[in-house]
């Protein structure tokens, strides 16, 4: 079997301390001002020397070992998926890995992957929590493991979150389609205890209410996460021809994917005779004859946040309880 290498083989190498070597590799070559012409030196021998860190020995010494434990609803969503891909390089930057879960909605996985994540001994958590999942997250909080969490938030728990500000953003979308002269409006939500979502219908509800539209709720449709293609199919032929809306607005992507699809079954020409905004981008949106207005999340922002936010209270640098509420926008081709 071939020895691996050592830090005492680099060191040997270029002719300098296994000391230095270990700040070099570590990350702490600033911090104990190593030069950059002896870093590179460094750096480039492991890598010829093919070096592969122990992770395992430098966490029995330092008590961390710089992974994170990431855990979002779901994964084939392009939000989600554009949200981890941040996240693991925003945590590369800061010399951690991360170790990705989907609890695809069910709280029962979310446990399973939690156990797991935890049996890894990551440093923290990033958490997008599926519904039901409260005492789970306030469990894990009392631990004292750091944590984050993204996208959805409980307000009676106090805890680190990076959020966007639903209300609002639905309020907007809302508010454009009025704007335009709509006024009989559908909405599509998931029927849902989650605050996020609830934020959202409530946005809507109150752009109509402010534009003077009596039984705002009248025109509001709520489907189930489990049945969502033939729920969907429903309350979209309501919504055309029974109550004849001239306008649909989608609340999330995965609504907006399956809303867009059956009202095109329908036959009905967007956005001529059934006017649409949608929650969040999706690459589909770029194949219609004409692209629809949508939310666009600050991903980017968000993932950068959480890790950062994280990363403080793991090397114990900030531990004060950070609340982050960002500012999505309304894209309009």
């Known amino acids: 079997m071939t020895r691996k290498t050592s830090l005492k083989d680099i060191a040997n190498k270029i002719g300098v301390s296994a000391s230095l070597v270990s700040y070099v590799l570590n990350g702490k070559d600033k911090e104990n001002r190593v030069s950059e012409e002896t870093a590179t030196k460094i750096r480039k021998a492991a890598k010829e020397l093919n070096y592969i860190p122990n992770l395992s020995a430098r966490s029995l010494k330092t008590n961390k070992s710089h992974t994170i434990g990431l855990i979002v609803a779901d994964i084939s969503n392009p939000f989600f998926s554009n949200l981890a891909r941040t996240i693991e390089d925003e ?30 001994q990551v440093d923290g958590f990033i958490i997008a929590s599926p519904e039901e999942s409260r005492e789970t997250v306030s469990k894990l909080k009392e631990s004292n493991i750091p944590l984050v969490l993204i996208d959805r938030y409980f307000n009676d728990l106090e805890t680190n979150s990076v959020t966007v500000d639903n209300f609002q953003a639905s309020f907007d979308a809302t508010t454009y389609l009025l704007n335009k002269g709509h006024q009989r409006i559908g909405g599509i939500m998931y029927d849902s205890t989650l605050l996020h979502y609830q934020d959202r219908s409530n946005g809507y509800l109150e752009a109509l209410k402010q534009a003077g539209i009596v039984d705002a709720d009248k025109f509001l449709r709520k489907v189930n996460h489990q049945s969502l293609q033939s729920e969907i199919k429903t309350e979209v032929q309501k919504l055309i021809f029974d109550d004849q809306v001239t306008a649909i607005y989608f609340s ?59 990363i403080d209270q793991i090397e114990q640098k900030d531990l004060e309880i950070k609340n982050r509420l960002l500012k999505a926008s309304l894209e309009i081709n």
């Open 252 to 310: 999330t992507n995965t609504i907006a994917t399956e809303g867009l699809r059956q009202i095109r079954n329908f036959g009905k020409k967007i956005p001529d005779e059934i006017d649409v905004v949608a929650f969040d981008e999706n690459v589909i949106y770029q194949f219609l004859e004409e692209p629809i207005p949508f939310i666009r999340q600050p991903i980017k922002e968000m993932g950068q946040e959480a890790v950062r936010i994280l």
């Open 91 to 120: 945590a590369y930057a800061h010399n951690y890995t991360v170790i990705f879960g989907s609890s695809d909605e069910n709280e029962d996985k979310f446990k399973r992957v939690l156990d797991f994540l935890s049996t890894r």
